[in-house]
Structure formats: C-alpha cells, structure tokens
Nanobody, 115 residues
Framework: QVQLVESGGGSVQPGGSLRLSCAAS????????MNWYRQAPGKERELVAH???????NYAASVKGRFTISRDNAKNTLYLQMNSLKPEDTAVYYC?????????WGQGTQVTVSS
C-alpha cells in the first residue's frame, strides 16, 4: 500500500508564497507521473501541475509562471512552490501519483489566500 501525506498549507496574503510537500511511503523514483490537483469550494477538482518520472513538467495556464513542481527522489517527496499567490488560488491541494497499477491520493492540505 502506498501513502501520500501533504503538508505546508496555510493562510497567506495575496502576493505571498507557500511551499507544499507530499511525502510518499515508498520511493517516488518508482512512481509514474506525479501531480498536484486542487479543489475550491463548489468547483471540480482540477489539475494544477504534473511531473513525469524523467522530470518533465506541465502546468495549468492559471498557475504557469507562478508555481513550480519538483520531486526529490532521495527524500521521497514531491513539492509545489507557489509564488505570487492570488485569492483564486484558495483551495484544498492534493498530491497524486501512479504506482504500479494503482493511483494514489493524499488527504489534502488547505491553502487560503486572503487579505
């Protein structure tokens, strides 16, 4: 069984930064692509950022240039660096990854951007 645990969420003012972490119970080197999703109240869950096992990245248009996804295989941890945060970034953020035949999700971490 694979567990993913997010941390690093919190409240921040517009323009601020946060770094989310997602710690895996297994080596993330063995994961297929890993992703960060978010879900705002009343909205569907959306893909925010994607990173392949080879390190290639893709971002939603709404966060491109502000967010950076990375993975530290030695620490079995996925990161999301979020800069220039906006109120519309407020959501629960989830990490997700494919391992073997399964797809695994973390429990989510709340990010609130408000003045």
């Amino acid at each position: 069984q694979v567990q993913l645990v997010e941390s690093g969420g919190g409240s921040v003012q517009p323009g601020g930064s946060l770094r989310l972490s997602c710690a895996a119970s297994r080596s993330i080197f063995s994961f297929n692509a890993m992703n960060w999703y978010r879900q705002a109240p009343g909205k569907e869950r959306e893909l925010v950022a994607h990173i392949t096992s080879g390190g290639s990245t893709n971002y939603a248009a709404s966060v491109k240039g502000r967010f950076t996804i990375s993975r530290d295989n030695a620490k079995n941890t996925l990161y999301l660096q979020m800069n220039s945060l906006k109120p519309e970034d407020t959501a629960v953020y989830y990490c997700n990854g494919g391992y073997g035949l399964g797809v695994y999700w973390g429990q989510g971490t709340q990010v609130t951007v408000s003045s």
